[in-house]
């Protein structure tokens, strides 16, 4: 199971963190990502991570500002968001498809629930 937490409505320019949160003991073992859905339009990648944090890959438009992490002695994964602009905005989810390829190219396993990222200009 994943839990996402950290959204919330900011301006233009200004920096969020996102985190996940994943129970059970198989954390460490999976690539994770970050994918994020804007109204009216489908769920995109925003960033992956290896299982051991040894390698990321981010969407062009974010490289730069956004920073993937993981921490598998808490289970956790995070997204900070710096410098953000109003096209960041949308439903931001964490995500596995388990391998590194899989979770980058979206084909996913578990889903979080989602958490709102408003940026207002």
């Known amino acids: 199971q994943l839990k996402e937490s950290g959204g919330g409505l900011v301006h233009a320019g200004d920096s969020l963190r996102l985190s996940c949160a994943a129970s059970g003991d198989t954390f460490g073992n999976y690539a994770m990502g970050w994918f994020r859905q804007a109204p009216g339009k489908e769920r995109d990648f925003v960033a992956v991570?290896?299982?051991?944090?040894?390698?990321?890959e981010y969407e062009n438009s974010v490289k730069g500002r956004f920073t993937i992490a993981r921490d598998n002695t808490k289970n956790t994964v995070t997204l900070q968001m710096n410098n953000l602009k109003p096209e960041d905005t949308a439903v931001y989810y964490c995500a596995t498809g388990t391998s590194y390829h899989y979770t980058k190219s979206g084909e996913i396993d578990y889903w979080g629930q989602g958490t709102q990222v408003t940026v207002s200009s």
């Open positions: 991570i290896s299982w051991n944090g040894g390698s990321t």
